[in-house]
């Protein structure tokens, strides 16, 4: 079975399988293919594991020609597990067990193009595809061994990710002159989480010239409706855009919870941060930020696991690409009754506050399109694909007028605007 078909169990996924699957009906093309790796050593070295104990894994396919010490590192995506049945559920998936992992697998079109028409920049690239079996995002790091249901499970999605850096290392990555570090969905967050860890690493490893993240379709909003059924609420607190209200439940426990509930996305990614111990696995200057010592002491750790937050303190360059209307938050970070534009309007606003407004030299391909992922040959901003948008910016990094930003910023729904 190859990674783009495992299966992605009803309520776990995050709208990332038909990305996936569009990716592999792609697969034909030449040289697309990856070779399975599979991480052992690490296991008894660090116990990096996936939920169910399992390897961690990736898939490989070496670059070529002026692609040969470059590369793009890919963080596939899959939705969290928000509860300890929903983590249960999840070690018996691709999503949580290496097991049923392949040898081989058709990486496909895309940003994993090897053809230039498709993938100007990359085509030529090593390309890696990270398995996804922590169910956290790469961040746990829980020394902890979790027992539910006679069954025992691992939050050590950290591990796991570090375990690849250092094997990817030995396999030619320590020549590295160029990387892309990159992602969909929960791995587009995973992309905003994890930049500065695999950039300021290679900065000491590797002769590295530009290192950058795109994450794609990683830009949740960290929302909580007050809408929710049966929501104890004990805090309810302004967030930095005005319109949409943060609220915390009284407590972490959660019950047969099988995927984000809609209107209740905040409240499952602060389960699944202390869960899996992620204080470790997100980015650090965010984390020091927070908590104690740092400016926003009244601030708990756990925001850190959410883009918003943590890009303010992201240092390498991020070209996001990401919907105003993401259809994957219309459907569950909103509740059925809020409103698709003033998401939206939050999302653009924060988007621009706090990764723009910090980073100058970051960017992104902001669409006003209703849709998740995978949008790389099939809209246009002025003038531009999303593969041309971002080979422009990666080249004007350093110079003193780059282009950062393209923008649709029409109202929705905009169904024009998902058409090249």
């Known amino acids: ?50 939920l169910d104990g399992t390897p961690g894994a990736y898939y490989y396919r070496k670059g070529v020609g002026t692609g040969a ?28 067990s290496s097991t049923g992992y392949g040898p081989t697998s058709g990486m496909g079109g895309g940003y994993f193009s090897p053809l230039p028409s498709d993938n100007p920049m990359m085509y030529n690239w090593n390309m890696v595809l990270l398995n996804y079996c922590d169910g956290g995002s790469f961040s746990g790091n829980n020394e902890t061994v979790t027992v539910y249901q006679n069954t025992s499970l691992y939050f050590r999605g950290k591990r796991v990710r570090e375990a690849a850096y250092a094997s990817l290392l030995a396999s030619g990555l320590d020549k590295a002159t160029d990387v892309v570090i990159s992602g969909c969905s929960a791995g587009g967050l995973a992309t905003f989480l994890h930049t500065d860890q695999w950039c300021d690493a290679l900065g000491e490893d590797a002769p590295l010239a530009k290192c950058v993240g795109m994450p794609d379709s990683g830009f949740f909003l960290d929302y909580q409706s007050t809408k929710v059924p049966g929501l104890d609420v004990v805090e309810q607190a302004s967030s930095k855009v005005p319109g949409l209200d943060v609220v915390e439940q009284a407590s972490s426990r959660r019950g047969r919870q099988l995927t984000t509930a809609p209107g209740n996305y905040h409240a499952g990614l602060k389960w699944c941060f202390e869960t ?25 750790e756990y925001l850190c696991m959410f883009a918003e937050h943590a890009s303010v303190f992201t240092h390498t360059p991020i070209f996001a690409l990401q919907s105003e209307y993401d259809s994957w938050q219309t459907g569950h970070v909103l509740y059925p009754t809020d409103d698709v534009q003033l998401l939206g309007d939050n999302l653009t606003a924060r988007i621009q506050g706090n990764l723009f407004g910090p980073h100058p030299s970051s960017g992104a391909f902001l669409d006003s399109c209703h849709h998740h992922c995978g949008m790389w040959n099939s809209i246009r901003i002025d003038g531009q694909l999303v593969s041309e948008a971002f080979a422009q910016w990666y080249d004007s990094i350093g110079t003193k007028k780059p282009k950062t930003v393209w923008k649709q910023g029409e109202d929705y729904p905009c169904d024009a605007c998902c058409k090249p």
Not at 71 to 82: S, T
């Open 1 to 50: 079975m190859s990674l783009a078909l495992i299966a992605l169990v009803p309520g776990l996924e995050d709208g990332s399988a038909p990305f996936y699957a569009a990716v592999k009906a792609q697969s034909g093309l030449d040289n697309s293919t990856g070779v399975l790796v599979k991480l052992e050593a690490a296991v008894a070295a660090t116990g990096a594991r996936c």
């Open 69 to 96: 010490d470059k590369w793009y590192i890919h963080h596939q995506g899959g939705g969290w597990c928000e509860s300890l049945d929903d983590c249960l559920g999840r070690s018996k998936t691709g999503l949580g």
């Open 276 to 300: 899996f111990n992620a204080t470790a696995g997100v980015n650090q200057d965010c984390i020091a930020a927070h908590g104690t010592g740092g400016f926003a002491t009244d601030s708990p």
